[in-house]
């Protein structure tokens, strides 16, 4: 059955218009390529419309991710261009504030804990540096009286999320990019070891020379490929609440992150407080326990957010693999590609992932930067095809 008003055939075709599949449809259709997104939901309403927006590549490193952190500073180095592009394609300005961040101790265990992650981030010389409780206060000066100190980040900045897929739509769409919106795909066609296309949830199909398999959190729902080929993605609950200041005289500018909190200052006067990190499956539930921790949180960072109003609160699910990394690579499968994963950082890998996944897929080459990543990792999986066997023609 073909699908009405779309083509028989395509390029490529796109599982899942957030900023990861739209990201990677733009550049595709920039380099001539047909592509259609395809989106269960409305494009852009999963995680990245959940997301607090930080480019937070050096704020985040943990050891372990050294190639994470590696692959987040190079997406960080591109955002400004990238935030321009958009704005120039689109109109539509994604916000990208240049503040940085505060990481900020309230007491002497925070202060150790906080000086041991900054050890280990000056090794891999990362730009960060503690800086007394004066000088904090005198940077945020909303700040409590419970201070001992704080690193700064000079180069986490951050953007408007919700801008951000806005844009990378109109984009895509400017570009020729067919996006569907509430049309799920159910199963990814294959033949002679081929990914061929996708069969939409109403039993039609689109062959395709390419399917990129961007679909978050739900990137394992889709059928059509044995369980071990799926990418080992599952959702991990994150609850936010947004308050409201007065824009004119914001409470704080910087991002602030404070023990098991972070707030992120919007133009418009919002205030992003995040997030909780839950292993509840796909549960939509804003929870007392959940708001509570975040408000008392933020609280104790900055007493005086209890005057404010609470704008919006919500719930998204941030597509977490086994490692916490992104899966960005050849599938087993000639013709699949994963675009998926990316966990508590994909608006900072956004850039990064939308040149480097549409390079595998026109030219069948692995950047550097992101071969750490691909699906082999996980050693149960069946081994990748060479990336050249990816590259599609173009019709
Ligand atoms: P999504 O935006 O979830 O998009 C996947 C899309 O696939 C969805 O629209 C979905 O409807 C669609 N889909 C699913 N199944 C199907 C199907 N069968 N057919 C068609 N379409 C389908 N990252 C940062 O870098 N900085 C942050 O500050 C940050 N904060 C976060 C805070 C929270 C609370 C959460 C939840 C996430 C946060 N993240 C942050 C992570 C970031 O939001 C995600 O890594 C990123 O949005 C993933 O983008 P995506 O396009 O892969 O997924
Ligand atoms: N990166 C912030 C979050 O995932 O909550």
Redesign the pocket.
């Known amino acids: 059955m073909a699908v009405s008003n779309l083509p028989s055939s395509t390029d490529v075709v796109v599982?899942?218009?957030?900023?990861?599949?739209?990201?990677i449809a733009w550049r595709l259709a920039q380099r001539g390529a047909r592509v259609t997104v395809?989106?269960?939901?409305?494009?852009?309403?999963?995680?990245?419309?959940?997301?607090?927006?930080?480019?937070?590549a050096c704020a985040e490193a943990e050891p372990g991710e050294e190639a994470l952190v590696a692959l987040g500073r190079a997406s960080q180095r591109m955002w400004p261009a990238f935030a321009a592009e958009l704005r120039d394609a689109t109109g539509i300005d994604v916000e990208l504030r240049e503040e940085g961040t505060l990481i900020v101790a309230l007491t002497a265990d925070d202060q150790a804990r906080l000086m041991h992650d900054l050890a280990f981030q000056k090794g891999l010389g990362l730009p960060l540096d503690w800086i007394s409780a004066a000088e904090a206060r005198r940077r945020e000066p909303h700040l409590g009286p419970r201070l001992a100190g704080a690193i700064v980040s000079p180069e986490d900045h951050?953007v408007d999320?919700r801008k951000l897929?806005a844009a990378l739509r109109a984009a895509a769409e400017a570009a020729g990019v067919l996006v569907r919106e509430r049309?799920?795909?159910?199963r990814i066609l294959v033949a002679e070891d081929r990914a061929a296309g996708v069969v939409?949830?109403d039993g039609s199909h689109l062959a395709a020379g390419a399917v990129v398999l961007?679909?978050?959190?739900?990137?394992r729902?889709?059928e059509g490929i044995a369980p071990e080929v799926l990418p080992p993605v599952r959702p991990?609950?994150?609850?936010?609440v947004a308050l409201r200041m007065d824009a004119a005289a914001p409470l704080i500018r910087h991002v602030v992150w404070g023990p098991n909190i972070?707030m992120?200052p919007r133009n418009d006067g919002r205030l992003i407080l995040?997030?909780?990190v839950e292993e509840k499956g796909f549960d939509k539930a804003l929870t007392a326990g959940g708001v509570l921790s975040l408000l008392e949180a933020a609280w104790r960072v900055v007493p005086a957010i209890e005057e404010l109003p609470v704008d919006e609160m919500?719930?998204?699910?941030?597509?977490g693999s086994r490692d916490d990394a992104?899966i960005l690579g050849p599938a087993p499968i000639r013709g699949l590609v994963y675009?998926?994963?990316?966990?508590?950082?994909?608006?900072?890998?956004?850039p990064i992932t939308a040149d480097a996944v549409a390079r595998m897929v026109l030219d069948g080459t692995v950047d550097a930067a992101i071969r750490p990543f691909g699906m082999e990792r996980f050693a149960r999986a069946p081994a990748a095809v060479a990336a050249e066997k990816v590259g599609v023609e173009l019709a």
């Open positions: 599982i899942g218009a957030g900023v990861v599949g739209l990201g395809f989106d269960k939901d409305a494009a852009g309403q999963g995680a990245s419309h959940a997301a607090a927006g930080m480019l937070a951050q999320n897929a049309t799920a795909v159910a939409l949830a961007a679909a978050g959190a739900w990137s729902q889709i991990i609950k994150g609850q936010m972070y992120v995040g997030a909780t919500w719930v998204g699910h941030r597509p992104p675009a998926t994963g990316h966990h508590r950082n994909g608006i900072l890998l956004a």
